[in-house]
């Protein structure tokens, strides 16, 4: 969940630290720091807590000499409150020789740190990385090889790390592992980069590596060389970053959430492109040499918060277009009980950052079990891409606000790919059937623009609810994860109790919340649908009418039921039932983004999250 940064070059070292952690920013924000080697005033380090702004500001009063080779990291607190003392990097060594920055959980550091208390050794902040510091610190006073002191100690940590260290005695060098955390390099000419992920880097240098689980790289100005944790050379796998630094900045936008809400038809119309022909057919090429994909009986959808919630919008298509049993499982639970899982199934696991340790170890786990696994993912040589039978990029670009927008109607989009593209090899639909719903679908793009032009009105509306204390939203079929999702961008976001239910559920005990003025948001369906629920749906909105409830919905154009109950409508072009979840989750999305703005709350960074959860 930290933000990680390493630089070994010519350039000011400050600036690319500093630079890359304000791209990393959306990974943590409780505090920040760095340190750099000079050749002359030897090792310097700055932390503070609070935002990179903190530090800019210690850095301002208490400047440090500008060097070529440092590391920086952006915190999300795990162990030790989010102080001073407790933010990274941390130092080891009787002289504070080293430095050292961690992303992940140590998880065998008390046992670690009374051995190292047990020689003496003081300690200065309450977290597990510390000991990492101190222990290498001690073993390189013994060895003389800060490069095997690092290999000895990685070695003996257990749980989820990504170290970078450096130290006084080598300046040229820049040391870094990993183990179940991420970690890529960037290739310059006569200069080298490390970070979480490319963000990091990708305004110098296109060039990317991806460092594999247990690795340890040794990065210098001119050379960089990868080994696992037993010594063995193994050889560098790079890659072209496809997206530019313009791409994660703001743009002019006052957040980035809202220009990732804004991006969102480029976002779908980019991974639609190349799969879906202009005849509404598919053809995945991903699928290409995925034999497997042929034999299995049975999906099951892998994933955390929205990303599940895409799972679910996508299971409606998988058994109605492809007609193979789906369910869909959140990775933190799944893992913990006994599913049953075997080689005919597979497991599509869902996640924009490809990081999100709760699906990498419920697939890792699944994979075990026999599964062949599909990853949905946005960050190219993330790690479930790398540990995954095939991919399905989601070509969203960069997403940096906590909130996700657009990698949400990516995956469902790529979902929906799936599930059409597998419809067709089982031909498990008649053709002209499928390639209709592929027409439609080359229409979203279109019809998402058409959505965010309602932006004012939803602004407005906002405003208005600043000061609700509770929302609720229901919907049925795709309806009712878009609901889950609306209620998750807002309590997020706006720090409001929010829930989602499926309209069919109300009777069933959630009515009784209803009162004079309870603000409702109802996900409407298609009057036109083949299973039309709509009739459903406007009886539930006449009961909690009824009861008093300021029903807000967001419902297909022209309807004209709808109009005549909702205090106010939002609406969507017409579509495919299944394709509306791209379409209604829109207005949710700038309705939680606006009135986070409208309470003052920092939209792209709130409270207690981070962008990329690689903790357990
Ligand atoms: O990177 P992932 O898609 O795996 O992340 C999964 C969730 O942590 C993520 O969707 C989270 O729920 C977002 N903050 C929601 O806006």
Redesign the pocket.
Known sequence: MCGIVGYVGPKSTLDVLLGGLKRLEYRGYDSAGVSVIDAKVGLQTRKRAGKLGALIEELEQNPLQDAHIGIGHTRWATHGAPNDVNAHPHLGGDHHKLSLIHNGIIENFSELKAELLNQGVQFSSETDSEVAAHLIAREFEKTKDLTSAFRNVVNRLEGAFTLLCIHEDQPDLILAARRNSPLVIGLGEGENFLGSDVAAFVAHTKRAVSVGQDEIVELRKDSVKVTNFAGTEVALSEFTVDWDASAASKGGWPSFMAKEIADQPQAVGDTLMGRLRSDGSVKLKEFAGFDAISQIDRIIII??????YAGEVTKYALEKWAKIPTSVELAHEFRYRDPIVNEKTLVIA???????MD?LMATRYAKEKGAKVLAIC?TQGATLARESDAVLYTHAGPEVA????K??TA?ITAGQLVALSLAWLRSAMPAQQLKDVGQELLKLPRQIEQVLQQGKKVKELAIELKDAKSVLFLGRNVGFPIAMEGA??LK?LAYIHAEGFAAGELKHGPIALIEQGQPVIVVVPSPKGEDSLHSKVVSNIQEIKARGARVIAVAEEGDAEVTKYADQVFFIPATHPYLAAQLSVVPLQIFASELASAKGLDVDQPRN?A???TVE
């Open positions: 994933a955390c918060g929205t990303a599940a869902i996640s924009q950052s490809g990081e999100t699906t946005n906590v909130a996700s927008t990698a949400f995956q998750l961008k997020e999250l962008k990329s959860v």
